[in-house]
């Protein structure tokens, strides 16, 4: 079993950078590919991106490629999501998510295992 828990969301402005966290707890972390989601207000949940379990592969919904850039550190149990040149429509609560299946080619919900609560991101213009 995973456990994840978000963290780094705050209000930053247009144009800005911000890091999110995802730590981590559980043995078998290393397996499963990561993957973020956001929720903006009113809307559905969206996938954002993946990363395999290894850290060499990942995958991009097409609105984030060449802002946002997925990491992970194994040893510490750790997943990253480096976000750059932000805009008001990135305004949305993020999510990390676990997929046992551990490659960075799945992108619907409910492939990934296991949530965590959420962090708040708000962009303003």
């Known amino acids: 079993q995973v456990q994840l828990v978000e963290s780094g969301g705050r209000l930053v402005q247009a144009g800005g950078s911000l890091r999110l966290s995802c730590a981590a707890s559980?043995?078998?972390?290393?397996?499963?590919?990561m993957g973020w989601f956001r929720q903006a207000p009113g809307k559905e949940r969206e996938f954002v991106g993946v990363?395999?379990?290894?850290?060499?592969?990942?995958y991009y919904v097409d609105s984030v490629k060449g802002r946002f850039t997925i990491s992970r550190d194994n040893a510490k149990k750790m997943v990253y999501l480096q976000m750059n040149s932000l805009k008001p429509e990135d305004t949305a609560v993020y999510y990390c998510a676990a997929d046992a299946y551990g490659q960075a080619d799945r992108s619907r919900e409910g492939e990934f295992h296991y949530w965590g609560q959420g962090t708040q991101v708000t962009v303003s213009s």
């Open positions: 990363i395999n379990w290894s850290g060499d592969s990942t």
């Open positions: 559980g043995r078998t972390f290393s397996s499963y590919a």
